[in-house]
């Protein structure tokens, strides 16, 4: 079945930039998401990227996806201590008519001062 | 502020209880997905409904049952409660729609702890 993996932990300092990884398995892929979740609170979408795109911008975020090897990254530039949360990858593919959404168990980012 | 609204916030109850999580999605969403997040598990997609009919069906007992109603909102149902279904169950929901990229906007959650 479908599969999406992130590393558990990241740690950076304050001003540099963080990089979170994900690969996934489902090759027919036609989303790939990235949440953040703070501290007590349910998930925020970030941004989202087309699975026939390479790279989307969004402000301090950019968004890497390379295809063929199933493999997607966040780019959070000049980390601020406000980024601090556990970041989601997901993707969402066609299965019976319907869209499944697969999220990755989550990347914890701490940022130091 | 997604717009997707869960109640109650905080639940507190015994083992053998059954519980009722309700969730009001974001004006216009016609999905609604629920999904059970605890420590040592990460997020477990439990179900999705699209404008009422059951579409997808992750990691659900059988003692948890759910179901959208015809205003879109939708109840998760929990019986037979054991310590083990201690955990934030959030429920999120989805555009739908041409050119739709079914990202999900995400409720506060509610937070079930069994005693």
């Known amino acids: 079945g479908e599969d999406v993996e992130q590393s558990l932990f990241l740690s950076v300092r304050e001003g540099d930039s963080s990089v979170i990884n994900c690969t996934y398995t489902?090759?027919?892929?036609?989303?790939l998401y990235w949440y953040k979740q703070e501290p007590g609170a349910g998930l925020q979408l970030l941004t989202y990227?087309?699975?026939?795109?390479d790279m989307k911008q969004d402000q301090r975020l950019t968004v890497l996806l390379n295809k063929k090897d199933k493999h997607l990254s966040l780019r959070i530039a000049d980390t601020q201590t406000g980024d601090s949360a556990i970041y989601f990858c997901?993707?969402?593919?066609?299965?019976?008519?319907?869209?499944?959404?697969?999220f990755g168990i989550g990347t914890k980012l701490q940022v130091i001062p | 502020d997604s717009g997707v609204t869960q109640t109650p916030k905080h639940l507190i109850t015994a083992t053998g209880q059954r519980v009722t999580l309700r969730c009001s999605p974001r004006?216009?969403?016609?999905?609604v997905y629920w999904y059970q997040q605890s420590l040592d598990q990460g997020l477990q997609f439990l179900i999705q409904?699209?404008?009422?009919?059951?579409?997808a069906k992750g990691n659900i007992l059988e003692r948890f049952s759910a179901q959208q109603f015809p205003d879109l909102h939708s109840e998760l149902n929990l019986s037979s409660l054991e310590l083990g279904d201690s955990a934030l169950y959030f429920c999120?929901?989805?555009?739908?729609?041409?050119?739709?990229?079914?990202?999900?906007?995400f409720g506060p959650g509610t937070r079930l702890t069994v005693t």
């Open positions: 997901a993707e969402s593919s066609s299965s019976g008519g319907y869209q499944k959404v697969t």
């Open positions: 004006s216009g969403d016609l999905s």
């Open positions: 999120a929901s989805s555009p739908r729609g041409q050119g739709a990229s079914y990202e999900q906007y």
């Open positions: 489902d090759s027919s892929s036609t989303y």
């Open positions: 409904y699209y404008n009422g009919e059951e579409r």
């Open positions: 990227i087309f699975s026939n795109m």
